[in-house]
């Protein structure tokens, strides 16, 4: 089996990276100075266990692939990797590349999600005949190129596996027991979604933490708890179920290890700010919860606050940090 990881950010470069490192045969997939750098240097995979150079086959799309590797085969896996804004893009990209054996990727190939929000599986589903959920909770940083640094402990990452919209089969009973040989813990979940549905309320901090810089003052505590509490009256008015406390409690997580001569600053979005990329993934974590507010009749005026200030930081450049939690709560109107 051969995995195709299409984008090799944080969450892409260390999963892909883990799995070459143990020996399986590893595409990655990346554009721009990160994917050059990877070609021509290799992939710089800093763990709380020290730094390793890595080399596994770096393309920055399908067609050099097809030209160099003779494309994909019916033994890929397709893991897709990129943020909720990229998806669209990436499917199109890659779903009508032809299988060595006839058929297309979208036909033939299994693609996982590894991605945050909820959005993606059924963006893919539309396309793609084989889609699976992949819940992530895996801490990594990606701000240089070239460098993706792992930080989890004991284990890089959680990477809850099913079929999408439920179940499971034998692809993700493989990919989970290749995961759990590279350091990861990959449970196999015949409700994967409820899973997801459940980092989502997680993942809604994230927008606080960018634009506030830290998570760590009560003020930015109590912003990411009015998020969290607007998002689950809106998933109840729903009908929309997710994995509560007391099961996330129960799953082993990985911690946040020290990585040497690294300082962890931030999650995936702040990490957008930093690095300047000019989009930051909100509409599908606060925005999610936003339109399921208007569906379905429920207030929710932290999340479309942060879905409004965090498009401003990252169209017009602004690093983490750029807002107060007052500043914040005035666009919320609370």
Known sequence: MRYVVIGAGAVGGTIGGQLHAD????????????????????????????????????????????????????????????????????????????VASGGTAAQRLPLLCAQNGVAN???????????????????????????????????RGVL??????????????????????SEFLAPVREDVMRWKYAKLLSNLANAVE???GSLAGDEAQELARQARAEAAEALTAAGISFASLEEEQAQERARLGEVPGHQRGGGSSWQSLQRGTGSIEVDYLNGEIVALGRAHQVQTPVNAALVGLAHRAA???FGPGAFSAAQIRAAAGT
């Open 23 to 98: 020996g399986h045969d590893v595409v990655l997939v990346a554009r721009g100075e990160h994917g050059r750098v990877m070609a021509s240097d290799g992939l710089t995979l800093l763990t709380p266990d020290g730094t390793s150079t890595l080399h596994p086959r770096v393309v920055n799309g399908p067609e050099e692939l097809i030209r160099d590797d003779g494309g994909l085969t019916e033994n890929d896996v397709l893991v897709l990797a990129v943020k909720g804004q990229d998806t669209a893009a990436a499917l199109q990209v890659w779903a009508d590349v032809p």
């Open 121 to 155: 599986e059924p963006a893919a589903a539309r396309v793609f005949s084989r889609v699976h959920g992949v819940c992530v909770w895996l801490p990594a940083t990606h701000l240089r190129a070239g460098v993706v640094v792992a930080e989890g402990v004991p284990h």
């Open 160 to 181: 809850h596996l099913g079929r999408y919209p439920e179940g499971t089969d034998d692809t993700d009973l493989v990919v989970a027991a290749d995961l759990e040989a």
């Open 210 to 212: 960018a634009l506030v």
């Open 315 to 317: 169209r017009e450049g």
